[in-house]
Structures are given as C-alpha cells and as structure tokens.
C-alpha cells in the first residue's frame, strides 16, 4: 500500500460547490501539507500542519481551509469552488525538516 | 526570502545524451536542496538531496547533483539519457533554521524534459 494517499483521484464539480479532498498517511509523520501545481507555476504551498494542533497558512490559502483529524489525516475543503481553482492538489508528508513525501495527487475540474 | 528558478522551461535531449538541468537558488544561509521528478500523471518522487557534507550527491536513476555555494546552484546531471527519463523535474530548497515556517520547501516552475529516439 501506498504511504501516502489522496481521494478522489479525480473530481469534477460546480462553481459554488463544497468538496473536500482527503488526505491518509501510514509514514508516521507530524508534518502535512497541501499544495497545488498549475502549469508553468509548479508547486505552491496552501497550507501546512506540524502536528495535530498546529495549522498554518501557506503562499495561496485564500478559498481555501483545512482540518487536521489525527496525525496520519489531513484534508483540503474548498467551501465554494471557483473555476480558478482547477488544479493538480497535492498532500505530502514529512518527518520535521527532511525530505517531503508525495500522494499521487487529486485532479480538480471546477466547471 | 527563499526563491528558485529553474531557467529552462523544457529541455529536449536525444537518448543516450548526456543532460544538466539548472537550478539556482536565492537564499541567505546554506539551504537544503532537493531534486523531485514528475513522471506523466504521476506525483513527485524525490530523486536527491543535499543537507550537508559532500557536495556532490548520487540520486536514484542514474542521476547526481553538484552543490556549488559560490554560484547558488544546484545542477541535476545524468550521463546518458533514457527514454524514460521524459517527465517533469523540479528543484525545491528548504531552509535550515529553526522556528517559523521551517521544514516547508519552496519550488522551482519545473523543467519538462523530452528525449528523442
């Protein structure tokens, strides 16, 4: 099994819609972050956690929130999608201040 | 504040080339370096890092990158390329110091490498 797993995959949805993207770890790391790559713009940090209870934004987190279940959950809500906010989203981990491991990334449409 | 820049956009090289993507690197103290690749439809797999110590680091893949400090970079090389080489490379640099947003990486655009048969 992956270490690092997103879901969906793939999503498709409305402009004004809700969605959630989800976000498991088995690595055992504190540390998880989201960002989303744009072509031409590669990757930009929304936002990051470093453990349970600590959240803080990144580079782009306007439209954006994010809840921290447990160390090994950490998801991405957009509370109203826009179509600006299609994109590749990714969820990486990492044990303090080493290398950052990615999911497989989730695929966006916002029609 | 940390930025990178990967100059080339996309790199087209024949197989069996030899190959070096650029990757420089504005920061005020020594930062880690890292190297990811992005095969098509894939996410990011790292392929080298460099914390401290020797400044030319072996990767997976074949690859290895030197860390020059007086030129901040940090240039991915490979001797001879293979077809499945063609993806998408990023240069990524994180800081060292403690407190803050440490431990979180800034990315370079990406470089998108091609390879002719």
């Known amino acids: 099994d992956a270490d690092v797993t997103q879901t969906p995959r793939n999503r498709i949805t409305k402009t004004g819609k809700r969605i959630m993207l989800e976000c498991s770890q088995t690595?055992?790391?504190?540390?998880m972050y989201w960002y989303r790559q744009d072509p031409g713009l590669g990757l930009r940090l929304i936002y990051y956690?470093?453990?349970?209870?600590?959240?803080n934004k990144g580079e782009i987190s306007d439209g954006y929130s994010v809840s921290r279940q447990a160390q090994a959950k950490f998801s991405l809500s957009l509370e109203s999608a826009i179509p600006n906010q299609t994109a590749l989203y990714f969820c990486?981990?990492?044990?303090?201040?080493?290398?950052?491991?990615f999911g497989p990334g989730t695929r966006l449409l916002v029609l | 504040a940390q930025s990178v820049t990967q100059p080339d956009i996309h790199i087209t090289v024949s197989e069996g080339a030899s190959l070096e993507l650029r990757c420089n690197y504005s920061?005020?103290?020594?930062?880690?370096l890292f190297w990811y690749v992005q095969s098509p439809g894939q996410g990011l797999q790292l392929l080298l890092k460099?914390?401290?110590?020797?400044?030319l680091v072996q990767g997976i893949k074949g690859f290895e990158a030197e860390f020059k400090r007086s030129q901040s970079s940090f240039n991915l090389r490979k001797p001879s390329v293979h077809w499945s080489d063609a993806a998408e490379y990023f240069c990524?640099?994180?800081?060292?110091?403690?407190?803050?947003?440490?431990?979180?990486?800034?990315f370079g655009k990406g470089t998108k490498l091609s390879v002719k048969p």
């Open positions: 990486a981990t990492s044990a303090g201040k080493e290398t950052q491991y």
């Open positions: 690595k055992g790391h504190d540390r």
């Open positions: 956690s470093f453990d349970v209870k600590d959240i």
């Open positions: 920061y005020g103290a020594t930062p880690y």
């Open positions: 460099y914390f401290s110590g020797d400044t």
């Open positions: 990524a640099v994180g800081a060292r110091n403690y407190g803050g947003s440490q431990g979180n990486l800034i």
